[in-house]
């Protein structure tokens, strides 16, 4: 889309503030489906932040979407949306043999290499995690879908950083800071060209589920019906589980299955007497 085509306004059909009897019927659908209650005090309608409600253990399983009165952990949505990230997971994953059936000019090594570099790189502009972990899931899809030789590589990293930080952060680096971090070893317009073509294969569907997704709740599960330190145990299994982004054989496994294990690795390694 060119730039002039991009900066047109879209058309949408506003409601005139002089049709009171629209704006009325909206907020009669409005309070109606929502319940909004005029009256604070009303039950249901205690809303505070950062409120604390215990986590309900039946049978051994934990219940973290227990707690209706924080709106940041949406309780009553929390089971669509993981099941939503359980499907979306099996679509927007890379293949598992791509490096021996499409690139003739990389290897697993060169792979790993470079993210390592990416890892620094994430540090050095304090990116969140899920940043990174966009990031490499760009790479792969790419290279599932598209020969690339050695000397490309590295600008190919660099591009998908650029569009994970775009969608991730919100002050994202500038490209020119890209392109510093590499020596200026590629220019703003390569780096542009490149992020252009990684976005055309993959369609624009730059929403995945990463194992940093499923890494967040499986650590309320299992800091429910433990006595391990919270930070402690997530500390370790976000370290478990970035080790995975380094290993090309890790790709045949799923987010989730990543996740749920660097979560039972790290129980056994702080608690291997209790069997987790």
């Known amino acids: 889309m060119s730039v002039s085509n991009s900066m047109k306004s879209p058309d949408f059909e506003y409601i005139d503030s002089r049709d009171s009897s629209v704006v009325a019927s909206l907020e009669r659908r409005a309070t109606n489906n929502f319940h909004i209650s005029k009256h604070s005090d ?22 973290v979407d227990n707690n209706h009165k924080d709106p940041q952990l949406c309780a009553t949505l929390a089971y669509d949306i993981y099941n939503h990230l359980r499907t979306a997971e099996t679509k927007k994953r ?33 990116l969140m995690p899920d940043t990174l972990y966009l990031t490499i899931n760009y790479i792969d899809r790419y290279l599932s879908g598209n020969e690339i030789n050695r000397q490309r590589l590295q600008l190919l990293e660099v591009a998908c950083m650029v569009i994970a930080a775009k969608y991730e952060e919100i002050c994202a680096p500038q490209v020119e800071e890209f392109c510093y971090i590499t020596d200026n070893t590629y220019f703003k317009d390569k780096v542009l060209q490149m992020e252009a073509a990684v976005l055309k294969l ?39 589980a970035e080790l995975s982004l380094l290993e090309y054989n ?22 291997p007497s209790k069997h987790p």
Request: charged share 20%; proline share 3%; net charge negative.
């Open 42 to 63: 009303s039950a249901g309608c205690t809303w505070k932040i950062n409120y604390h409600v215990a986590m309900e253990i039946t049978d051994g399983i934990v219940d």
């Open 94 to 126: 890379a293949s598992t043999d791509f490096m021996e059936r499409v690139q003739k000019d990389i290897n697993p090594s060169m792979r790993s290499i470079l993210i390592d570099w990416l890892v620094e790189v994430a540090e050095e502009y304090r």
């Open 202 to 240: 993959l369609r624009f569907e730059m929403t995945a589920p990463t194992a940093k997704c499923f890494l967040r709740r499986f650590v309320r599960v299992a800091q429910g019906c433990d006595e391990v330190p919270q930070l402690q145990l997530e500390f370790l299994a976000s370290y478990l």
């Open 250 to 271: 890790m790709l045949c496994y799923s987010p989730s299955l990543i996740a749920v294990a660097a979560i039972f690795l790290t129980k056994f390694i702080l608690q």
